[in-house]
């Protein structure tokens, strides 16, 4: 987690690939890094903080959270899931990613991402050890990967159906399957 140059009272939490240089940049506020460093360093506090909390809560209710999932990249915006075991249910429960890997570190449980969140906003960078810093560069770039991705919820149906004739002229299929799905979902 390194604080942010170019963000005021942001931080970028970067998340890596164990098998790749590529790691996913995620830019979260400074409460959001504040618990994800209270976890990490297993720092003990009088009161329980609120992913302490939801931890006894689930405990309490026998709900095991197995593992946290990054599904889903839109409009530079990052979505999770919480897998949770309760008896022999899985459920999937949804999460920011924040949150739920302020409770993975707290578990020790995995945390994934998508390959196609991997693709979307992934970067490739060498392997960053305790001393490194993510590059001004590196930064940049993904903000700028951010900004350049339209918001699909703010065109219209016609400007839509161009941008997925776009994504399949250019063979983008992940992106033309995104485009297809939000036009699907206003039908």
Same mark, same amino acid.
């Given at each position: #987690?390194?604080?942010?140059?170019? &963000?005021?009272?942001? %931080? @970028?939490? /970067?998340?890596?690939? $164990? +098998? ?6 995620? !830019? ?27 931890? $006894?809560?689930? +405990?309490?209710?026998? /709900?095991?959270?197995?593992? /946290? ?7 530079? !915006?990052?979505?999770? #899931?919480?897998?949770? *075991? *309760?008896? =022999?249910? @899985? ?6 990613? &924040? ?12 945390? %994934?991402? %998508?390959?196609?969140? #991997?693709?979307?906003?992934?970067? @490739? #960078? +060498?392997?960053?050890?305790? &001393?490194?810093?993510?590059?001004? &560069? ?6 700028? $990967?951010?900004? =350049? ?15 997925? *004739? ?7 299929? *992940? $992106? ?6 939000? @036009?699907?979902?206003?039908?």
């Amino acid at each position: #987690m390194t604080y942010s140059e170019s &963000s005021t009272g942001a %931080y @970028i939490l /970067v998340l890596g690939d $164990k +098998n790749s240089p590529r790691r996913l940049p995620i !830019v979260i506020g400074n409460a959001e890094a504040q618990a994800i460093a209270v976890g990490i360093e297993r720092q003990p506090n009088s009161r329980p903080l609120t992913h302490d909390l939801l931890l $006894k809560f689930a +405990n309490t209710f026998r /709900v095991s959270i197995l593992e /946290v999932v990054i599904n889903r990249f839109r409009d530079g !915006v990052f979505y999770a #899931m919480l897998v949770c *075991q *309760q008896g =022999d249910d @899985i459920v999937m429960v949804d999460a920011r990613p &924040s949150d739920a890997i302020a409770l993975a570190v707290r578990l020790g449980c995995e945390i %994934y991402a %998508y390959e196609t969140v #991997m693709d979307e906003a992934g970067i @490739i #960078m +060498n392997d960053l050890d305790e &001393s490194d810093d993510l590059t001004t &560069s590196g930064e940049e770039e993904y903000i700028n $990967k951010v900004q =350049d991705e339209p918001n699909l919820d703010l065109l219209t149906l016609g400007e839509l159906e161009d941008l997925l *004739q776009e994504a399949i002229d250019n063979e983008d299929y *992940q $992106k033309a399957a995104e485009i297809r799905d939000e @036009i699907r979902g206003r039908s």
